[in-house]
């Protein structure tokens, strides 16, 4: 059925958007504590593939002398995601993040809608090369150029901005080092959050929550 695909599609973008599961803090905290320690652990379990620590935040981003807001973003280690996370291939117009170009962010098709405004939507209007003004909940501004723009076919995910991870935490480091995503695979490829989850609460004392992907 039509709602059935929808549904599919839905869960798919989310999944497949970044990766498998999600690691954050729980209750008030806002950072995964000793999260050295607790990634060399999560390397160790066999069916975990790759490991990617990110940051998080709330910003504003001025364009065309209009602000937008408020938007999630996402800082991130190139590397790791190339690994760990889906959107590196999922870009429809120029390229994903480089640790070179640390001014560049890569958007969500959904957002780069939504900065042309309303009456664009739908009609990806924004240019790659097109400058943004990235305003933190801190009050601390910077201009970024766009590198690239993604369709991960979630529209949580296609509502993001992706940082370097350094480059975000200047802007605002209170949700540094806030999440883990993790690509999980078995023989059958099926995720197992309660199996995963045992295998984790084994690892640290530190309190988290574990969910499938969705950002």
Known sequence: SVLLGFKTILEEGAINASSDLVIRPSGNELMIKDIDEVVKKLKRIPQIE??????????????????????????VNTQNENSASEIPRKMIDGLYLSSNKPKEVVIGHVLADALKGPSSYDKTLIKVGEELKITSLKGHSRTYRIRGIFDAKSFVVNFTIF????????????????????????KDGIIDLEDAAEKLAAITDSDFLLSLMIA
Do not use: C, H
């Open 163 to 186: 940082f370097n991870k350094n480059e975000l935490e200047q802007l605002d480091n209170d949700n540094k080092n806030s999440e883990i995503i993790i690509i999980k695979t078995n």
């Open 50 to 75: 790759a490991v990617s620590v990110r940051s998080r935040a709330i910003v504003g981003i001025a364009y065309e002398d209009r602000l937008v807001s408020p938007f999630t973003a996402f800082g």
